[in-house]
């Protein structure tokens, strides 16, 4: 069960992430260095973020040149799940800068064939998002949906193999997992790392349909997040 959300809006897990030193950039997977090099970069923008001083505003339009990004130990976690799963049909949720994106889009190249549709609501972070993957050599493999991923998500097609959900509102995610629930295939992963207090107690209902374990990253800022599996 995920930590109840404090008064500024942060979970535990996101308030452990503001005050622990991040480690400079590492990935024990990737080895592109194009894919490489736009990591590092966006990660060493939020490695050098202020976060107790940072105003944490629920407005995410106040935030778009923010990533809020999974760690490296996650973003291999991703790679390694669409891979070993030989993932061909991705869904994300959100964007953001396009970290995440990245490890998913560079998986499923690896993979030989796919693509990872991937919603953001905010159209500065949609443009951002685009060039990173550009620069990525990424690009090609995912298709960025601007606007309300409760809507641009509806018309992604069926047979989701994988789907990372790591929304800026917990009430959007668990709308967004609703939303793509029809499309999921049997035996597909679910992960959501915020761990959302109402996401968690909609998937770990005992009649839900999934099947849950929390996944540790080895991350000493964003330890661990939830892994469901579709039946």
Known sequence: MS???????????????????????????????????????????????????????????????TGFSLSPEQGDQLYLLVRHGRASHVVEFATSLGFSTIFLAAAVRDCGKGRVYTAELVPEKVQQARENLARAGLGDYVTVLEGDARKTLAAVPDGIDFALIDGWEPIVSLDVLKLIEPKLRSGALVYNENQDREFLEYVQAPDSGYGNVPLLSGSSYKPQGELSLRR
């Open 3 to 65: 930590e109840e959300a404090r008064p500024d809006g942060r979970t535990g897990q996101e308030s452990r992430s503001v005050m622990v030193e991040r480690p400079p950039f590492h990935s024990r997977l990737i080895t592109d260095p194009r894919v490489l090099g736009v990591l590092d970069e966006l990660y060493e923008r939020e490695r050098r973020v202020n976060w107790e001083a940072y105003p944490h505003d629920p407005d995410p339009f106040r935030h778009a040149g």
